[in-house]
């Protein structure tokens, strides 16, 4: 976590190495946060990395059974807890500071979905380091988009880790001296890694954030603020007619993973109907946090690159730093290509995600 405070107001910044959360689960969080720190929800953005060698964190209904639901006691006792501490010891570790803002480019991620001119990547990669009074380095905050995800083979199938994210934080905290290093999950929702080891490109995007510390900064200068709002897509539903149908065409697959994902997901909406709770919108959650004249944009869902190509060109002028998988990770967030081509973002994670 970062706490940064300017006269009367505090922001806090934190970043989980999980697949994501959800939207209750986080507020209850804030709650603990306001209780203990007194600092407003939208003050606090909660970012995931994305990591997909994580514990179960947030509901997945249309997965298999051992996947979805998160263990109560792990998230209670050991991951709420945890983030409430580590943001109380960010808060009581202020002290007089100076903030610096750069920006530079990674070459670690490509486009897995889309192709010609729709098939986006975003290179960019925003640094935000932190010095004491005495110009010694404490922090380092930095951020990209692309998906923590490999192949899963051997081992790592087994494994518990943080994935690309945790190896660059610990080679930049080891490098440049600083106390804390962390990472914000960008725009990665169709952001695929180039190489297979996740090793390798934890040092590649580690030496390019060193690279952007040891160049020209910016000063982040001025007063803090905050905002959140939502933005309420509306659902069409299929009818439950369509719905029976879909349910038929998978049902006697046993063993075929994505037609029995498609039998959980036809019941789930099937009982939506029967309990008159289908949604009528899904809500993207958006969070804004100004740092002097830094800006950082939070995304609620998995949020395709696109968007974080397009927000900054809204604020040409000053420094702009977008990320997904904030606050809550309820779907992807895909773009009109992705709809269109009825891309895995566009349409069939709907299904997994246990979407309308």
Sequence with gaps: ALAVRKGAKTVVVVGVDLTGLDYAFVNEV?????????IPYHAVMINSSHTHFAPVSQNYFAWPEQNQRPDPLYM???????????????????????????TGSTRIGGNRCLSGDDALYDPTVDVVKVEDANHALTDVLFLTGCHPVFRN???EGFSINGNFPSVAKEIVKERSGASNALFL????????PLYDDFNTMGSLLAE???????GPMTPIEGDISFAQDSLLIPVKAWSPAQITQFRTENSGHPGDLEAEKNVRWANIMLDHYEQGTMPGYMPIYVQTINIGNWKLIGLSREVVTQYGIELRKLWPDQPV??????????????????????TYEGYNSFFWYAQP
């Excluded at 804030?30 to 007194?38: D, M, N, S, V, Y």
């Design 30 to 38: 804030k709650a603990e946060i306001f209780r203990r720190e007194g």
């Design 76 to 102: 209670e006792q050991v991951l709420k807890p945890n983030i409430v501490r580590a943001v109380s010891e960010a808060v009581g570790n202020l002290k007089p500071s100076r903030l610096f803002f750069g």
């Design 153 to 155: 083979a051997g081992m």
């Design 185 to 192: 999950q960008g725009c990665a929702g169709d952001i695929n």
């Design 208 to 214: 390019d954030v060193l690279k952007i510390l040891d």
């Design 321 to 342: 730093s977008v990320v997904g998988y904030a606050n809550d990770v309820g779907s992807y967030l895909p773009a009109a290509p992705h709809v269109r081509a009825q």
